[in-house]
Structure formats: C-alpha cells, structure tokens
C-alpha cells in the first residue's frame, strides 16, 4: 500500500465537488461495491416489506375514515414515509461493507471478499450497539414489528406521524451533527471502551474519537443538509422516472402497487448506497481539514520509502 498514491486523490474539497466526486467513485468502483451493497439490503429490505404489509391496506384503513375521500391518499403518504424512514434508519448499518470496501478501495487494496466479511463479523457487536441500537437501525424495526401487530395504530394516521417526526428529528440531528460513526468503526476500528495503556501508548474509545472528529471542522451539519436536499431530489426524480417509464410500456400512468412495492424502496436503497459513498468522501474531506490528512499519508509515504530503501542497503 503507498500512502501517496490513492485511488481517490486526498484532498481539500468543497460540498459541490464532494457530491460531484461521489458520481465518479460510483462509476469507477460500482463493481466492487454493488454486491457488497445488495447483500447489505436484502435482509432489511425483506423485513420493511414485511412490517408495512398493514400499511398498505388501504381498503381496509380508509374503511375507518367514514367516507373521507381523502383518505387513501394520507394512507398511502404515510406508508411512504414510514418506508422512507425505515431505510433511512438502516442504511448506515446495511452498507457497513460498502464502508468498508471503500476505504479499502482508496489505498489500491484489492477486493478480498474474505477479509471484508471477517472483519464485518470481527466487530459485529460494536456494529449492532451504535449503528443498531444507538442509530436506531434495529430499533424502528422493532417499532415496525409493534405496528404490524397493533391495529389501532394503523388506523390512527395523526398519531404515527407523530412518532415518525419525533423519532426522525432526533436521529437527522444527531446524524446531522455526527455522521461519520460507520467510518470510525469499519475504517478505525475504534474500541467502544478505552484500551488500557500498552507500551505507553492507547487508543482512543468510540465516544472519544467522534467527539474530536466531529469537532474538528464544524460543517457537517451543512454537508448533510446539502447531501439531503441532493438525495431529496435525486429520489423524486427517479420515482417520476418510473412511472414515465411503466406508463410507456403498459399505458398505466397511476401510482399503483408496482410503486409501493418494488420501485419505491428500490430507489429509497439506491439513493442510501450513492451517500453512503458521499459519507465516505466527507469523512476523508473532514480528516484532511482538521487532522491535515494529507500531510500525515505523505510523510508516511516517505517514512515507508526510507525504509525500504535502508533494508536493501543492508542486504
């Protein structure tokens, strides 16, 4: 590996150039990662599905609305949201090995399947804890499995928006504030509890490095914010895509169950791989500006040339 010689050159960026960057990445590397992101989706996508089946009945919920025309259309909006929502919980903790393969990929290393998936399985409970329990990826499944079960909630549109706001508000401002959790685990491989001291040296604990991270350049709100108005966009786009595209092929030009099942989560997960790699590159970006990355991989560039150079001298 040589430190000055990555496949995404370290640099200072600005949040236009990142988004930008991140298009090039997806079409240099997309072969390394589209697997890694496919089989990071497929069990939560299986489970979102199975968790909003009461939501979209919506025969049945607007049965209770007494007549409400009206109705149906809220149902649906809500399902929308609370599909949105799911993924949006999710996505850190289903592409950890696109993080993953990433990093690995920015340091020319090759693509070894075996080692992404030990090391994925190495800090498994690590993973689970933050990205699972802390960033609710596992815990609005839980909320999901209740609702399926729970008809007075389905029935209750005011309600469950509420708590979907409520639970969307904390997690957007804490990702908002501090998004790069996936990278310190998968790429740092920070120890959730301080190591003890070893050869006068220790490493930092999880809550330690992300506070000094995250508040070593102060715009990462303002990158998540831009990178959210993007991802906004980029999803309403592709949803008239395909209804242009459905409605020219077999003339239907409504938004019927085809959306709510196939192309609407699809492209909810397409949009949650391309910032996934937009995360990746404001973590390189936020690295370069507070801790002068750039420096630190040229000098150990040279550090490693030095080296080599005295070991053949010797030999």
Not at 136 to 143: C, F, M, Y
Not at 243 to 252: D, K, P, Q, T
Request: aromatic letters at 16%; charged letters at 15%.
């Amino acid at each position: 590996m040589q430190f000055d010689r990555t496949a995404i050159a370290i640099s200072q960026r600005t949040n236009t150039e990142l988004i930008d960057l991140s298009l090039v990445v997806l079409r240099h590397f997309w072969k390394d990662l589209v697997w890694y992101a496919i089989f990071g989706a497929i069990p939560f996508a299986i489970l979102n599905w199975y968790v909003t089946i009461p939501l979209r009945d919506y025969g049945y919920l607007t049965s209770f609305s007494y007549g409400d025309a009206n109705a149906e259309i809220g149902y649906r909006i809500l399902y929308l949201l609370w599909m949105a929502m799911l993924v949006y919980f999710e996505a850190p903790l289903a592409m950890s090995a696109v993080t993953f393969v990433l990093g690995e990929r920015a340091f020319r290393i090759g693509n070894d399947r075996r080692k992404t998936l030990s090391t994925l399985w190495k800090i498994k409970f690590r993973l689970l804890r933050v990205l699972g329990m802390v960033r609710g990826g596992l815990l609005i499944l839980a909320v999901g499995f209740f609702l399926h079960g729970n008809q007075s909630m389905q029935r209750n549109t005011s309600g469950a928006s509420g708590w979907l706001l409520f639970g969307l508000v904390i997690i957007a401002f804490v990702r908002g504030f501090k998004p790069f959790a996936p990278e310190i685990l998968l790429l740092e491989q920070t120890p959730l509890k301080k190591e003890p001291k070893s050869a006068g040296a220790s490493r930092r604990s999880y809550s330690e490095r992300s506070s000094w991270l995250h508040s070593s350049s102060g715009d990462q709100f303002v990158s998540w914010f831009c990178t959210s108005l993007v991802a906004m966009f980029l999803t309403l786009s592709l949803c008239l895509c395909s209804l242009f595209l459905v409605g020219s092929v077999i003339g239907y030009w409504s938004w019927g169950w085809w959306m709510d099942v196939i192309f609407f989560p699809l492209i909810l997960w397409l949009i949650a791989f391309w910032s996934t790699i937009v995360r990746f590159l404001g973590y390189v970006n936020t690295r370069i500006l507070g801790e002068g990355w750039e420096l630190e991989l040229k000098l150990k560039a040279e550090a490693r040339r030095l080296k080599d150079d005295r070991s053949q001298q010797h030999v």
